[in-house]
């Protein structure tokens, strides 16, 4: 059980084109979904909360204009990183939570490159 | 300032040879503290949570175990297939739910053969 799932798993771009990548809950229905970015060898930021039906809460220094995010259902959450710059280049990971537990459950990451 | 430290930042052990991972927090409020396995190229894996001083969890070789101020995860003769980077999270009290979740920067473990 539990099991989140992301798409695409890799994806190359040129600069300035968007790129949507979706996070589903398979086997549970999730209220709130979270966006995380990884870069190498480091941990994971926290990007943005998504809240199924509202608009998504932003962390400190994340353009929200620059990062998109819907939650159109409880089982899918979208990413879309709109006019993508090389610097956006990274691991872009997903996670839900299932129903009022606190436990993150974390898709397999998306790897973004920029050209 | 909320601040999660984990130690060492990378930890090779040889088959067999038991050790424990250190995550240490300063944070106002815990909620909960949750501990995850993530492989390269992939997104962490649940392991455990905990929520309060004194409460352990075990699951296969590893038993997690916190106080409060710091969590330790004890792993008792790895294996070569529990190489990975494990990574602690703790969630705090606050209003707002998005801002309470740190994760600490990881301990990377390679156990070899």
């Known amino acids: 059980g539990a099991v989140v799932s992301q798409h695409p798993s890799r994806v190359i771009c040129k600069s300035g084109t968007s790129v949507k990548i979706e996070c589903r809950s398979l086997?549970?229905?999730?209220?709130?979904m979270f966006w995380y970015r990884q870069f190498p060898k480091q941990s994971l930021m926290l990007m943005a909360t998504?809240?199924?039906?509202?608009?998504?809460?932003?962390e400190q220094g994340v353009e929200k204009d620059k990062f998109l995010i819907n939650h159109a259902s409880l089982t899918l959450s979208t990413l879309t990183v709109t006019s993508a710059h090389p610097e956006d280049s990274s691991f872009y990971i997903c996670?839900?939570?299932?129903?009022?537990?606190?436990?993150?459950?974390f898709g397999p990451g998306t790897r973004l490159t920029v050209l | 300032e909320d601040q999660v430290t984990q130690s060492p930042e990378a930890l090779r052990l040889q088959e067999g040879e038991s050790s424990s991972l250190n995550c240490s927090y300063t944070?106002?409020?815990?909620?909960?503290l949750f501990w995850y396995r993530q492989d390269p190229g992939k997104g962490p894996e649940f392991l455990f949570t905990?929520?309060?001083a004194g409460e352990e969890k075990e699951k296969e070789r590893l038993k997690a175990t916190l106080t409060k101020k710091e969590s330790f995860l004890h792993i008792t003769a790895p294996k070569p297939e529990d190489s990975a980077t494990y990574l602690c999270?703790?969630?705090?009290?606050?209003?707002?739910?998005?801002?309470?979740?740190?994760f600490g920067p990881g301990t990377r473990l390679s156990v070899l053969p």
């Open positions: 905990l929520y309060s």
């Open positions: 996670s839900a939570k299932q129903g009022a537990g606190d436990t993150q459950y």
């Open positions: 086997d549970f229905q999730a209220t709130t």
């Open positions: 999270a703790v969630q705090m009290f606050r209003d707002n739910y998005g801002q309470n979740f740190v």
């Open positions: 944070v106002s409020g815990l909620r909960g």
């Open positions: 998504s809240n199924e039906g509202s608009k998504a809460t932003y």
